[in-house]
């Protein structure tokens, strides 16, 4: 290939494999500047994204290459520059709205059946070997990776996420509103973290990334975490009745324990599939709320002197008045059987 030429209008089209878009989504979903769409819809929408000639006449003009046949979903991003540039911010554009979309996931998924998808192929199945050192008998194992599932966005995905802030976090992505730039980068960050839990295998891992997040939401420089975030997560949970009913103030102060002893001690035998569903739920309703009231959170300063006037309230023993009757909460159970899947 010659030198690409500078200065001029790109479109970066790279493959998302395991991941879908039905009809029911239109095809297409936008994430901030990247464009998801199903490779039907694709060689519909080529005028509009600036596509010169179909999609059947580029696969021809590169000898060996079938790349618009390599995957029903595509990301593309339109830039002007150099493209040997802009390689690297595009990939990083596309890789932050993946994990936007995959924190989709939280809420709507059980861990036991969540997917990977993204611009890096998966493999799904694998071979094993068993042999007899003393004798030559073999046994080959085979096994089918189910996490390779792909993620579809369908009617079901809509009408769930409808009820939920999905929707609402791709307006604030997209949108300019009065809330402070560095309060929304937080959030656009906690929610690509969530998506990456989603998408790990590695439960202790996962487990961490929500509590990165719970800390990057409710916490400040300086607090003392342990009583720190048992108060700011009541101000925004405290009213169901599963708070006193199930412990949540000491939960959360148990598994940050336990998030220390992974941090600073490298220590994650503690660590149970409890402890990483019980913040996958404290992520996703903590999100759901601020969110969807983005107008009373326009700030983390807001958060917190919000969480404070409700422990006001709540040392004086009077009616509560600061928190929204609109305030929503989850929460999910599991069977036997997923569980121990997961």
Not at 264 to 278: P, T, Y
Not at 280 to 288: A, Q, S, T
Not at 312 to 337: C, H, S, W
């Amino acid at each position: 290939m010659g030198t690409l030429q500078k200065n001029s209008d790109w479109l970066y089209i790279s493959p998302v494999y395991h991941l879908e878009i039905s009809k029911d989504v239109n095809g297409e979903l936008t994430v901030g500047r990247v464009i998801f769409v199903d490779i039907k819809k694709l060689q519909r929408i080529r005028k509009r994204i600036g596509l010169p000639i179909v999609l059947s006449k580029i696969d021809k003009k590169i000898p060996g290459v079938s790349f618009f046949k390599e995957s029903k979903t595509y990301a593309i991003i339109q830039f002007r520059g150099v493209p040997e540039q802009k390689e690297l911010e595009c990939r990083e554009l596309i890789e932050n709205a993946v994990a936007i979309i995959s924190s989709s996931q939280l809420g709507y998924c059980n861990r036991d059946n969540n997917s990977q998808f993204g611009i890096i192929k998966t493999r799904g199945t694998g071979n094993r070997f068993f042999i007899n050192k003393n004798k030559f008998e073999a046994h080959l194992n085979r096994f089918v990776e189910s996490k390779v599932l792909p993620f579809r966005l369908d009617k079901h995905w809509k009408e769930f996420h409808k009820k939920f802030y999905f929707f609402d976090l791709l307006k604030l992505i997209s949108t300019n509103n009065k809330m402070q730039k560095k309060w929304k980068e937080t959030i656009i960050r906690a929610a690509g973290m969530s998506g990456k839990s989603m998408q790990s295998r590695d439960l202790e891992y996962s487990f961490l990334w929500n509590m990165i997040i719970v800390e990057m939401l409710l916490t400040e420089q300086g607090d003392k975490f342990l009583e720190s975030l048992p108060k700011r997560a009541e101000a925004f949970i405290g009213w169901v009745g599963y708070w006193k009913e199930k412990k949540f103030e000491e939960k959360i102060q148990s598994i940050y324990t336990k998030r220390c002893q992974f941090v600073h001690d490298g220590n994650s035998k503690n660590i149970s599939v409890s402890d990483v569903l019980f913040t996958d739920d404290l992520v996703f309703n903590l999100l759901w709320n601020i969110i969807r009231h983005i107008d009373l959170f326009p700030s983390k300063e807001s958060v917190i002197v919000f969480s404070e006037k409700v422990q006001a309230e709540k040392l004086l023993g009077v009616k509560p008045r600061i928190q929204p009757k609109t305030f929503k909460y989850m929460n999910r159970n599991f069977d036997e059987n997923q569980f121990n899947r997961i």
